[in-house]
């Protein structure tokens, strides 16, 4: 059992919305950082967001001001706004946790890892 579950992937049309969600299930998020990385196919994995325990936020050049990173410690997850979404945005959205809890970029830097939500932005 994975131990960050993604959900909220789907289809959806260019300029439209979705929201993805990474919830723990078998540890609290509340003290890790948590990244949001997409890969999409015949490229290499790349950062979109990442958060820290005390709410600071990182966005990637490509989807600032479109996307917005979120965290609700109650509901022991970690949430990911897509808006005015693009082609180039699809790909499969993994969620990682990092218990050093500092706002990184680096995929190696994180220690636990979701399956992946697979994100598809086309008409």
């Not at 929201?19 to 950062?47: H, M, N």
């Not at 180039?88 to 636990?112: K, P, Q, W």
Request: charged letters at 20%; proline letters at 2%; hydrophobic letters at 25%.
């Amino acid at each position: 059992q994975s131990q960050l579950v993604e959900s909220g992937g789907g289809l959806v049309q260019p300029g439209g919305s979705l929201r993805l969600s990474c919830t723990g299930s078998l540890f609290t998020l509340d003290y890790y950082s948590i990244g949001w990385f997409r890969q999409a196919p015949g490229k290499e994995r790349e950062v979109v967001s990442c958060i820290s325990s005390d709410g600071h936020r990182y966005y990637g050049d490509s989807v600032r001001d479109r996307f917005t990173i979120s965290r609700d410690n109650a509901k022991n997850t970690v949430y990911l706004q897509l808006n005015r979404v693009k082609p180039e945005d699809t790909g499969v959205y993994s969620c990682a946790a990092s218990t050093r809890d500092i706002l990184t970029m680096r995929g190696d830097e994180y220690d636990y890892w979701g399956q992946g939500t697979q994100v598809t932005v086309s008409s």
